[in-house]
């Protein structure tokens, strides 16, 4: 069986974007692949967070990933920071990954912009992201196309490291999906809905109350138009909305336009609305009864043991070939 890893920082709390364009393709794929899923908290601290916001968005994570049809059984599942060995290969591997690099990195050049006083860490963030992918011999890294490159830099450093000490890394390669829509901002409909952006009118975070989830969907901005027709550079909001829609139902756009080309924007928003609360609904109940629960903690220790153990061989390995030791 071939092997999937793949994780999400937990910067934030969750979006509706998050959810369509990550979440739910890792509840699809669990039933084709092998699959380790994890908590990349190593990556969150590249900028900065509070220490205790960070362990409550922790856990979160987890319960979000068992509450939307994450399935233990079916997955590997753990936190990065419980497992020593990311951080160790991390290091290895930057000391054979050339500086120019990783400065060509887009999302180094786009976060080191917007943020003052950044650490190291913002520039050597994608090789402790190639470390959490190579340590595994994933063959595929399912993701956002934002990660294509990261993933694309773990494939070169593989391939560098075999050819210089022998057949030690798997290559893997990146699986975006095909048709995963980027949901956009409510507010600023031409942004990503972003779980770390300042201004949460715009976002739909999976724990949002039904009341709230209605309030920001119908406030959602839209055109001077009434007609609700799929153009995404003329009429940014009502495409987002739809492109919402038909995420959640599979209704294609075609269909959605046909459907409501007699009404306003306000019932279709209202639809809108109803579709999100009711696939959250059940999520967020679900969460209510995992997040306080020892089960997590019993699928985390066993995800860290296990894990480790796996990820040991393979540092050990590199270690050896570099001569580090005894
Ligand atoms: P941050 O604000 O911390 O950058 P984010 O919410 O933008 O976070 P990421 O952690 O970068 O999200 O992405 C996690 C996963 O969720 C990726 O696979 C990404 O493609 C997907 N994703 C994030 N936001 C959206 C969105 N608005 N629409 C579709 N997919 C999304
Ligand atoms: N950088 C990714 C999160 C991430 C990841 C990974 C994804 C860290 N390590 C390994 C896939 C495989 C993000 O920000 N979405």
Redesign the pocket.
């Given at each position: 069986m071939k092997k999937i890893l793949?994780g999400?920082?937990p910067?934030?709390n969750?979006?509706?974007?998050?959810?369509?364009?990550?979440?739910r393709?890792m509840v699809r794929l669990q039933e084709e692949y092998e699959s380790i899923i994890f908590v990349?908290d190593l990556h969150?601290i590249t900028?900065a967070q509070n220490p205790s916001e960070l362990r409550k968005n922790i856990r979160s994570l987890i319960a979000i990933y068992l509450a939307s049809g994450i399935d233990p059984k079916k997955n590997t599942i753990f936190i990065q920071s419980e497992n020593i060995y990311h951080a160790n290969m991390s290091w290895l591997l930057e000391c054979l990954t050339p500086y120019g690099e990783l400065g060509r990195m887009t999302q180094f050049k786009d976060?080191s912009s917007k943020h003052q006083n950044f650490g190291a860490g913002l520039l050597t963030y994608p090789v402790l992201m190639a470390s959490d992918i190579l340590l595994y011999d994933a063959d595929y890294v399912?993701?956002?196309?934002?990660?294509k490159q990261h993933v694309e830099l773990a494939r070169n450093i593989a391939e560098r490291v075999n050819k210089k000490y022998g057949e030690i890394f798997k290559i893997p390669e990146p699986l975006i999906?095909e048709t995963?829509?980027?949901?956009?901002?409510l507010v600023n409909p031409t942004k990503?809905?972003?779980?770390?952006?300042e201004n949460p009118k715009g976002v739909i975070y999976l724990l949002d109350s039904d009341d709230v989830i209605r309030k920001k969907i119908m406030g959602a901005t839209t055109d001077s138009e009434t007609v609700i027709k799929y153009d995404i550079e003329n009429k940014p909001g009502i495409s987002n909305l739809i492109n919402i829609y038909n995420s959640l139902t599979g209704i294609s756009i075609k269909e959605i336009e046909e459907k409501y080309k007699d009404s306003n924007y306000g019932t279709f928003k209202k639809d809108v609305a109803d579709l999100v609360i009711e696939t959250l609904k059940p999520i967020k109940e679900k969460y209510q009864e995992l997040i306080n629960s020892k089960e997590i903690d019993k699928i985390l220790d066993e995800g860290a043991l296990k894990t480790s153990e796996i990820a040991k061989k393979k540092y050990l390995l590199l270690k050896d070939k570099m001569g580090l030791g005894r």
């Open positions: 793949t999400l920082q910067s934030g969750l979006t509706l974007g998050n959810y369509i364009g990550a979440i393709q990349a969150a900028v976060k399912p993701t956002g196309i934002d990660q999906p995963g829509a980027k949901i956009c901002d990503k809905m972003s779980k770390s952006d």
